[in-house]
């Protein structure tokens, strides 16, 4: 239970680190914005396993990183697709 806690927590920080750095409004809502940090954190971390820098000593800014990244284009991907609409003519 303690890890499903951690993992809400860490996509929904990622997810807002990649909302932060993109710029303009992105139209999808706050929990898919989380959705979307948690998939980040997984798809990065592999990255990273791959690259081989998951496992640093310190703060680990290369895997955080990648997980941004991926987060961003995540955001991107899916307001594209399904962004909210405005109903204003």
Avoid: C
């Avoid at 914005?33 to 800014?61: H, N, Q, S």
Wanted: charged content about 10%; overall charge positive.
């Amino acid at each position: 239970m303690g890890n499903i806690l951690w993992i809400i927590i860490g996509g929904a920080i990622i997810g807002i680190v990649a909302r932060l750095v993109m710029p303009g409004r992105q139209n999808i809502p706050w929990w898919l914005t989380i959705i979307v940090g948690i998939v980040g954190m997984f798809i990065g971390d592999w990255i990273a396993g791959l690259l081989g820098v998951k496992e640093t000593g310190g703060f680990d800014w290369i895997r955080h990183g990648l997980q941004v990244v991926v987060a961003v284009l995540g955001i991107v991907a899916v307001g594209a697709i399904t962004g909210r609409r405005s109903t204003s003519a």
